[in-house]
């Protein structure tokens, strides 16, 4: 079974710049969730869709940050503009429904100059 | 409003002997709780969870955590580390409404002494 894919793996941008990341699910996974990991510490939720509804994005910066799961699938987050502090790892994570064990991927690095 | 802390953000043995992650949560749910590794590059991995069943929990790779309420805590052991154990450990907490609110704690990286 293949696992969550995310794309790109490493990406380094300049403050004030915009940034999109993409994630694709397990096949079937009804629950997809971003995370944010700022190094040394551990992912926090940023937002959190069932199908294609958001159902948590209470920690997403909404003033620079944005999701869509437009067809219940794959998913991107975007961020405009960039800031120095939103140097992070982004993690993408799929369940089969809301009460289901996560499944990660392998994250996205970004590094904001 | 629930918490997790990991009382060691570092820990480090040697090869052959055990392991001990020790996590403490805080919750105003009966939680469920959960233990995930990230290898250096790699994916966050499931290695065990409680959901309220048996309160010893086996995982993969002889991992295994016991939950103990009167304690607040939900340490995880191994008897024999090995070294492709060093890794980051996270303990992670969510509430009764799972799907809300999945709560990691700061992490725990394992280094394993030849």
């Known amino acids: 079974e293949a696992g969550v894919a995310q794309s790109p793996r490493y990406k380094i941008i300049e403050k004030r710049q915009s940034v999109a990341f993409w994630c694709n699910p397990i096949?079937?996974?009804?629950?997809l969730y971003w995370y944010q990991q700022i190094l040394g510490q551990g992912p926090k939720l940023l937002i959190q869709f069932q199908n294609n509804g958001v159902v948590d994005d209470s920690q997403l910066p909404k003033d620079r940050f944005s999701a869509e799961r437009l067809k219940g699938v794959d998913s991107t987050l975007k961020i405009q503009p960039a800031k120095l502090e939103d140097s992070a790892v982004y993690l993408c994570?799929?369940?089969?429904?809301?009460?289901?064990?996560?499944?990660f991927g392998p994250g996205t690095r970004l590094l904001v100059l | 409003a629930q918490s997790v802390t990991q009382l060691d953000s570092h820990v480090s043995v040697s090869e052959g002997t055990p392991v001990l992650l020790r996590c403490n949560y805080s919750?105003?749910?009966?939680?469920?709780l959960f233990w995930y590794v990230q290898h250096p590059n790699k994916g966050l991995q499931l290695l065990l969870k409680?959901?309220?069943?048996?309160?010893l929990v086996k995982g993969i790779n002889g991992f295994e955590a016991e939950f103990k309420k009167s304690e607040t805590s939900f340490h995880l052991t191994k008897p024999s580390a090995h070294m492709s154990d060093a890794a980051e450990y996270f303990c992670?907490?969510?509430?009764?409404?799972?799907?809300?609110?999945?709560?990691f704690g700061p992490g725990t990286r394992l280094s394993v002494l030849p």
């Open positions: 992670v907490v969510t509430p009764d409404n799972y799907g809300q609110n999945f709560v």
């Open positions: 096949s079937g996974h009804a629950t």
């Open positions: 409680y959901t309220s069943a048996a309160t």
């Open positions: 994570a799929s369940s089969l429904g809301a009460e289901e064990t996560q499944y």
């Open positions: 919750s105003s749910y009966s939680p469920s």
